[in-house]
């Protein structure tokens, strides 16, 4: 497929950026691998830009696939997190500009995959990344932490860092279960670590509107958390599958395509429950 048309009309309206104090701080985050949450990552933050915010991707799986699919070469990736997590660089220093205008990215490199048995033994282990972002001036408006597939130290640290959590969940048997220890994690670090830390919001990954299972999953899901369970349901679709291996959001990549339309209707009801959080600071 010939990409050049959509990337070449995908034009940004670029604004200036928020003060420090409004910058939201989300971590998207899921210990089970394979819901959706990088896909979610690269294209919540392309929409967000879309509509002329400055963004912040912080890459802390180190398998590094929200690096990727937003286009940053692995041969570029010489500062990235696991640099800002020992102090050897600045977030301003690591931050790589991707494909998409106002949308930026901490990459992942294979040095993260040492950093959790590294990070047991270090000072505040658990509040580096708040640390490293506390010295950031890039004025972000929204910066969002693509968490791995586990509840690990990496985990912690966006944890710890955030305001809210977005939690991709796939419509699946055991979703609720894992769902369920997700929220209890959440607790713990809100009672331990961050008092600001909230479930910000559940979205709904790979439903098949055909399928049974996945209409009860959404029904369990809304029945156990009403209103946190956004209106926005992320389908199956193609074109999501195929855009990472052109170093394309989706949204880039097929805009039309049902999975794009999905991520951008997400950020645009994301952005419709923020606005109580936006007049407060004036943005």
């Avoid at 102090?87 to 040492?114: K, T």
Wanted: charge should be neutral.
């Amino acid at each position: 497929m010939n990409t050049s048309t959509q990337e070449d009309n995908f034009s940004l309206v670029p604004i200036n950026g928020a003060s420090a104090s409004s910058t939201r701080y989300i971590s998207v985050s899921n210990q089970k691998g394979g819901v959706g949450k990088t896909t979610t990552t690269i294209n919540l933050s392309t929409a967000l830009a879309a509509v002329g915010k400055k963004v912040l991707v912080i890459d802390l799986d180190p398998q590094g696939n929200a690096s990727t699919g937003l286009g940053i070469d692995r041969a570029n990736r010489t500062n990235g997190t696991y640099e800002v997590l020992f102090g050897e660089c600045e977030i301003d220093q690591a931050a790589a500009a991707s494909r998409v205008p106002n949308l930026f990215v901490v990459p992942a490199s294979i040095h993260l995959s040492g950093a959790e048995i590294e990070l047991v033994d270090a000072r505040h282990r658990e509040s580096r990344l708040k640390t490293a972002l506390e010295k950031n001036t890039g004025n972000y408006d929204y910066v969002i932490f693509d968490c791995p597939p586990s509840l690990n130290l990496l985990t912690l640290n966006a944890l710890v860092a955030s305001g809210g959590v977005l939690v991709p969940l796939q419509c699946e048997f055991f979703a609720l279960e894992g769902l369920s220890h997700l929220v209890k994690t959440i607790e713990r670090v809100k009672n331990s670590f961050n008092p600001q830390l909230e479930l910000m919001g559940i979205v709904l990954t790979m439903f098949d509107r055909r399928n049974n299972l996945s209409n009860q999953v959404s029904d369990n899901v809304r029945g156990h958390f009403g209103d946190k369970v956004y209106d926005t349901v992320i389908p199956r679709n193609v074109r999501i599958s195929e855009a990472p291996s052109f170093g394309l959001p989706a949204i880039v990549y097929d805009m039309n395509c049902t999975g794009s339309q999905a991520y951008i209707q997400l950020a645009k009801e994301i952005l419709q429950r923020e606005k109580p959080r936006d007049r407060q600071y004036g943005t």
